[in-house]
């Protein structure tokens, strides 16, 4: 069995910060990309950040230059640092890993989601 298990969200006014981790742990093989999604209210999933093994990073426009995602590789661990936090960023993060199991299969998985809130 694998676990993803997220935490540092919360509650925070515009303009502020928080940092999110999420550590994977179970029958991981190698651990190919992690990354971090949200979804607000009424909204589909979104991309927020995501990076590789080799620590090649991607964010979409909305989030650039604001949030920087970073990982332990050794932990399975990923980070991400939320700088200059918006009201629309509000939303649920979900840790997101594609990885090689014990088995030999390629999987993905997801967190349960951690709830961020940026008031104004």
């Known amino acids: 069995q694998v676990q993803l298990v997220e935490s540092g969200g919360g509650l925070v006014q515009s303009g502020g910060s928080l940092r999110l981790s999420c550590d994977a742990s179970?029958?991981?093989?190698?651990?190919?990309?992690m990354g971090w999604y949200r979804q607000a209210p009424g909204k589909e999933r979104a991309l927020v950040a995501t990076?590789?093994?080799?620590?090649?990073?991607n964010y979409p426009d909305s989030v650039k230059g604001r949030f920087t995602i970073f990982r332990d590789n050794a932990k399975n661990r990923v980070s991400l640092q939320m700088n200059n936090l918006k009201v629309e960023d509000t939303a649920v993060y979900y840790c997101?890993?594609?990885?090689?199991?014990?088995?030999?299969?390629?999987?993905?998985?997801w967190g349960q989601g951690t709830q961020v809130t940026v008031s104004s």
């Open positions: 997101n890993a594609f990885f090689r199991d014990d088995l030999g299969s390629r999987r993905y998985y």
């Open positions: 990076i590789t093994r080799d620590g090649i990073t």
């Open positions: 179970g029958s991981i093989f190698s651990m190919y990309s």
